[in-house]
């Protein structure tokens, strides 16, 4: 019989270390915090470039923090060392490389399927956010280019041909991030960035005023080749181009198969919960990204996971 948890925690961005943290501070013990990445907040050390700038109030979106983690806005640097800290002083155990399949409910408890094995807990709180399946194009990417087309900056050198794809915070970031050492266009289905934060918007259209990114805008691309190793990029209204690098920063989706894996239940894209998070199945939670229509806000996830650490210990004291 397997070692049997309070509670487990799959995925350990910000909602996933406020759940464990704040659980941990209600007096829950024996905590397990699962994730398939090689440290915490992978999203956060993927696809946020250095220095980026961290706000508490993401957009704008002004959140009154409810638990006893006090979140202040930073950098992605800061940010990464505040939750190394908030870990290091609290008794939660952290297990990396850990790819959990799905979930399944026993007899008053779960079994979490891990490769090799498997986890019991008496509760569970799922935490993966959107950005562990980020969004891919329809089209298919030719295989010859494979290593030419990502959706980080992973790889990114100088001197190249880049084309960013995408119109939010992250596109706009990598596109002005990479004009220092390169040739940068940047691809947007729509006329304008209206989704970018104020100070992205006003960063991008300097950098297009004076010529260091090239916007192509109301542009939809349709499909990709390859040219003599380089990527030809084929679009709807103009002529194609050839890059040595695309780059994809058109967010991420709810990772519903596993999600109905584990008999969670799904409404408009988003897993059912109350206003508690719990699902569809007693002692199951959802929190973070994935219940949220646009995800990215660190505060409410945090908040999520005191509401959650409130709730489970409430029932565990009935």
Known sequence: MNHMYNLAIIGAGPAGIATAVESYLQG?????????????????RKYYKDNKRVD????????????RIY??????????????????????????HTEVQKIEKRDGYFEVFVAGGSVNAKYVV????????????????????????????????????????????????????????????ICYRRETFRRANPTN????????????????????????????????????????????????AIGGTTP???????????????????????TNIEGLFVAGDITQESGGSIALGLNHGYAIACHIQDKRAI
């Open 126 to 185: 799922v935490t993966i956010g959107r950005m562990g399946k980020p969004n891919k194009p329809d089209y298919k990417i030719p295989l010859e280019i494979k290593n030419k087309v990502g959706f980080t900056l992973d790889g990114c050198a100088g001197g190249e041909r880049v084309l960013v794809v995408g119109g939010g915070d992250s596109a706009i970031e990598y596109a002005v991030d990479l004009s220092g050492k390169n040739e940068v266009a």
């Open 28 to 44: 829950i013990r024996d905590i397990i915090l699962l994730e398939k990445d090689q440290n915490h907040n992978s999203t956060i």
């Open 71 to 96: 979140f202040v806005d930073g950098t992605k640097e800061s940010t990464l060392d505040f939750f190394d800290e908030i870990l290091a002083h609290h008794s939660v155990e952290l297990k990396t």
């Open 256 to 278: 519903s198969a596993f999600l109905a894996s584990s008999g969670i239940k799904e409404e408009d894209g988003k897993p059912v919960h109350d206003a508690n998070y719990e």
């Open 56 to 67: 508490k109030d993401w957009k704008g979106q002004k959140v009154e923090l409810d638990g």
């Open 201 to 248: 918007q006003r960063d991008i259209a300097n950098a297009i005023i004076h010529k260091e990114v090239e916007a192509i805008l109301g542009v939809d691309i349709v499909s990709l080749e390859n040219e003599d190793a380089s990527v030809k990029v084929n679009f709807d209204t103009i002529e194609p181009r050839v890059y040595d690098r695309v780059i994809y």
